[in-house]
């Protein structure tokens, strides 16, 4: 498929999505999210693809938000759909995948950019970056789940102050605050990036996999996340991946792992 909107790149099994609107600050349009799904869905279905990592085109953002000329003449039916749209087809998409997926976020990464970034496992920034929710500025609240998952990360009292002033927090205020796993410089986040999730994609794939289900069941009211835990340790035992870091313990071996 031809992306008029990403930059797409296969290298040492990571798939790199960048958000190619550099004009328009990255800004997440129909378009763009049409293709940044069909992206994300070919890198989780092709078995050469461990893990993926998305950034945004140039130094000034990751992402900076959803392309607001297209709300305008949007009624409440069309609210919901957009919403609901986005949150199956590429927010939950990322979240509930078997993959690894890290957000190296390069710049501002404000509304849907940020709620993009928070869908991914890990988030990385630059030390220029900033990042918030500014949908009441314009009227709206986040709709692609960052009412909820910047609740999980920094806690019910600081996501209703940042959601309810619109207001930004630096990289540095967003590490502190649990929202980024680390900070480092705009020369160094790609790589940073990228080394952290070749650690990833050295151990044992189907374990990273059991591990994001149950990790992600903590935050969920609809599933015991304890029985998810226990559900997914006990498939562990099936795999061959086991047995081969089992062996490879006891022998003082490094393991082979192939996802089996």
Known sequence: ??????????????????INRESKLNALNKATLGELHQAIANAFADEQIGGILIT????????????IAEFIGVDVAGGREIAREGHTKIFDLIENSSKPVIAAINGFALGGGLELAMACHIRLAAD?????????TLGLIPGYGGT????RLVGKGKAMEMIMTGDMVTAAEAHQLGLVNQV????????????????????????????????NAAGRNDVNGFETEIEEFAKCFGTADFKEGVAAFLQKGKPGFKGE
């Open 148 to 151: 909820q998952r910047l609740t």
């Open 184 to 215: 480092t410089t705009a020369e160094n986040l790609l790589p940073a990036a990228e080394a952290l999730l070749q650690k990833i994609l050295s151990r044992a794939p189907l374990a990273i996999a059991a591990a994001i289900t149950a990790i």
């Open 128 to 136: 220029t970056a900033k990042m918030g929710l500014p949908e009441v």
């Open 56 to 67: 945004g085109a140039g130094s000034k953002a990751f992402v900076a938000g959803a392309d």
């Open 1 to 18: 498929m031809a992306y008029q909107n990403l930059l797409i790149e296969y290298k040492d099994r990571i798939a790199y999505i960048t």
